[in-house]
């Protein structure tokens, strides 16, 4: 089970640095357990343009929370009417974190960056 942990990890941050591209190893991508950490990456990179895409809107924060089993990304922009959860493992919240719209987000309101965290 850490093998594959370490596994999915690192195919994560090989997608997420653009130095492999799924259409050229289309045949590999055709495995289930490649399918699991693309469409992860595909959830996790979709956060992040909505954080790019609401960071203009007043009053739109994100935060994390714990829920005993990982974590948990909320985004909300209250203008918008929009409210978005997602669980996250930790190299995913490891990568997010580290983005600038998530940083810009996270430090427009800081009493609610982390919760439970």
């Not at 399918?35 to 909505?50: E, G, N, P």
């Not at 714990?66 to 909320?74: A, I, K, N, R, S």
Request: with cysteine.
């Amino acid at each position: 089970m850490e093998n594959r942990r370490d596994w999915e990890r690192t195919l994560f941050e090989t997608l997420t640095s653009n130095r492999l591209s799924r259409n050229k190893y289309f045949a590999q991508f055709a495995n289930q357990w490649f399918k699991a950490v693309h469409r992860r990456f595909r959830v996790v990179a979709s956060l992040k343009k909505d954080a790019e895409r609401l960071g203009s809107i007043p009053e739109t924060f994100c935060w994390i929370s714990g829920d005993g089993e990982g974590l948990v990304f909320h985004l909300q922009s209250p203008r918008l009417s929009y409210t978005r959860a997602v669980a996250l493992r930790p190299h995913e919240w490891e990568w997010l974190g580290r983005q600038k719209e998530i940083q810009s987000l996270l430090s427009a309101n800081p009493r609610n960056a982390v919760l439970g965290g």
